[in-house]
């Protein structure tokens, strides 16, 4: 079992930035893909960005690709996600996942992030 907890949510005005944090912990020596997916109201979960063990591999939606970057220490088992220059219809409950098995096999509770126009 891997636990995940995300943290750095909150309401931020239209250009502005926020850094979100996920903290894994339980088994985690195994490899594992981290990924980041958002939620907004009345809209179905979307991935947002991933990144493979390594580094080597990231993706990005194409609605964020410029804006945020995702990164990962293994050695502290974080991953975090850089907003930038961010939008309102960036608003949603973002949520840190990781993929062991092939699939999305771990989720965090979610933090909110609000962006005020």
């Known amino acids: 079992q891997v636990q995940l907890v995300e943290s750095g949510g909150g309401l931020v005005q239209a250009g502005g930035s926020l850094r979100l944090s996920c903290a894994a912990s339980?088994?985690?020596?195994?490899?594992?893909?981290v990924g980041w997916f958002r939620q907004a109201p009345g809209k179905e979960r979307e991935r947002v960005a991933s990144?493979?063990?390594?580094?080597?591999?990231?993706y990005y939606a194409d609605s964020v690709k410029g804006r945020f970057t995702i990164s990962r220490d293994n050695s502290k088992n974080m991953a975090y996600l850089q907003m930038n220059s961010l939008k309102p219809e960036d608003t949603a409950v973002y949520y840190c996942?990781?993929?062991?098995?092939?699939?999305?096999?771990?989720w965090g509770q979610g933090t909110q992030v609000t962006v005020s126009s």
């Open positions: 990144m493979s063990w390594s580094g080597a591999y990231t």
């Open positions: 339980g088994r985690t020596g195994s490899s594992y893909v």
């Open positions: 996942t990781a993929a062991v098995s092939g699939t999305w096999d771990y």
